[in-house]
């Protein structure tokens, strides 16, 4: 009886040795993953911060955009009155007054 008992340990054992192996390969599984994942948060990170910059510099030069078109608006007003002015001077001329 003794040797099937030390046949039974010995089984036990190994079965014991290969679980905490199983385990210690799934943690350095889990490891590896997190790693990746946190390297591309980084790559997600960074990518997020170049936007960022890029949605400042446009913020910058919005003002500029506005102050273009507010004096593009202000010769068209300038122009508008300008041929206005052609159609009062020709319709006097056609009318002969």
Known sequence: ???????????LKRLDN???EE????????????H????????VGNTVEAIDNKVVGVDERVPGVDERVASVNERLVA?????????????QVISGT
């Open 36 to 43: 990746d994942v946190n390297e591309r948060m980084k790559g």
């Open 1 to 11: 009886m003794l040797i099937g008992r030390t046949e039974m340990e010995d089984a």
């Open 18 to 20: 290969l679980t905490q």
């Open 23 to 34: 385990a210690r390969m799934a943690a350095a599984q889990s490891l590896k993953v997190t």
């Open 79 to 91: 122009v508008n009155d300008a041929v206005k002015l052609v159609e009062n001077n020709l319709t």
